[in-house]
């Protein structure tokens, strides 16, 4: 395993290419919520989750499966050493 890298600059807010660098980086997320299999069904599809730019929707008709993605969240974005900014999060049940 190669050693840690320390990032000194940050994707722009506002630049032309940050809302596709961030999908990009959130996809590992993504793929992690959509691994529950906990979420709403449409046919066969699952739908669990919407993302657009640094937006991201959680998708759940039970208020036990809702809590089951936000503690993954939360949980990826320690790992990740990113924050979830509590002043910007809206939870609607």
């Excluded at 993302?51 to 974005?77: E, H, T």
């Amino acid at each position: 395993m190669s050693e840690p890298l320390l990032v000194t600059n940050v994707v722009r807010q506002g630049g032309v290419w940050s809302p596709y660098l961030f999908a990009v980086y959130l996809n590992d997320l993504s793929t992690e919520l959509k691994n529950m299999k906990i979420g709403s069904y449409i046919g066969e599809i699952l739908l669990n989750h919407l993302m657009f730019a640094d937006d991201i929707c959680v998708l759940c008709p039970k208020v036990r499966g809702l809590q089951s993605a936000v503690c993954l969240m939360c949980a990826w974005l320690m790992q990740n050493s990113m924050e979830l900014f509590s002043t910007a999060a809206k939870l609607f049940v």
